[in-house]
């Protein structure tokens, strides 16, 4: 199928702990974001790779450190992890950058919960 | 800076009733808009886009939102709901050539069967 995809799907881990989230996208897109939504459903961008070159890098703490091997991948590492980055991170992708017609394809989510 | 304001955080309605979401925008520019929704425990998906022409954009599911330019809004509206309509509606805006897609807060819908 093609498809945004990313995991893990669920995350838990404690304080202080450093993890990463693995996206993958297969519908031939140049761009691809990070968008991380909070316990109000509120949406923020956090990143955005256009063929791997960091475009948008919104104010977001440094621990937060997104890395894009190639076009049709972008991960997210997170360091020293604290409770407030409890949340659903998703994955999109859309075909160009600023393009008329780049409406943004999202994967499933990642649901990471800090302890 | 461009920002997107959604009038309703939570709706509910009965199975057929009509249904208006609000969504304004703040660009003074030429923007592309979009409605998103989030079925429960799901991503999000494309409902539809308005990029130029006809401002009355008809999307899948049966949904269509027309663009006012001179009152900046695109509002969602489907003439009967279902059950299935259950979900988050995101409103979304992106100035035109611009890099970033900025999302709404979200209106909640339920629907009672």
């Known amino acids: 199928d093609t498809a945004v995809s990313q995991t893990p799907k669920y995350l838990v881990t404690q304080m202080g702990n450093d993890k990463s989230i693995k996206c993958e996208q297969n519908l031939g897109h140049d761009t691809m974001y990070w968008y991380k939504q909070d316990s109000k459903k509120f949406l923020k961008i956090m990143f955005s790779?256009?063929?791997?070159?960091?475009?948008i890098n919104e104010t977001v703490p440094n621990r937060f450190s997104p890395k894009s091997p190639d076009k049709a991948h972008l991960n997210l590492h997170i360091n020293s992890l604290e409770l407030g980055d409890s949340a659903v991170y998703f994955c999109?992708?859309?075909?160009?950058?600023?393009?008329?017609?780049?409406?943004?394809?999202f994967g499933n989510g990642t649901r990471l919960t800090v302890t | 800076a461009q920002s997107v304001s959604q009038h309703n955080h939570h709706v509910i309605l009965s199975e057929a009733a009509s249904l208006e979401l609000g969504c304004n925008y703040s660009?003074?520019?030429?923007?592309?808009l979009f409605w998103y929704v989030q079925y429960p425990g799901q991503h999000l998906q494309l409902l539809l886009k308005?990029?130029?022409?006809?401002?009355l954009v008809k999307g899948i599911k049966g949904f269509e939102a027309e663009f006012i330019k001179s009152k900046f809004s695109f509002n969602l509206r489907k003439p009967s709901v279902q059950w299935s309509d259950t979900a988050e509606y995101f409103c979304a805006v992106k100035g035109g050539g611009g890099f970033k897609t900025i999302f709404g807060a979200g209106t909640r819908l339920f629907v009672k069967a």
């Open positions: 999109a992708s859309s075909q160009d950058l600023a393009g008329a017609n780049s409406p943004l394809h």
């Open positions: 660009y003074g520019g030429t923007v592309n």
């Open positions: 790779y256009n063929n791997k070159e960091l475009i």
């Open positions: 308005y990029f130029s022409g006809d401002p």
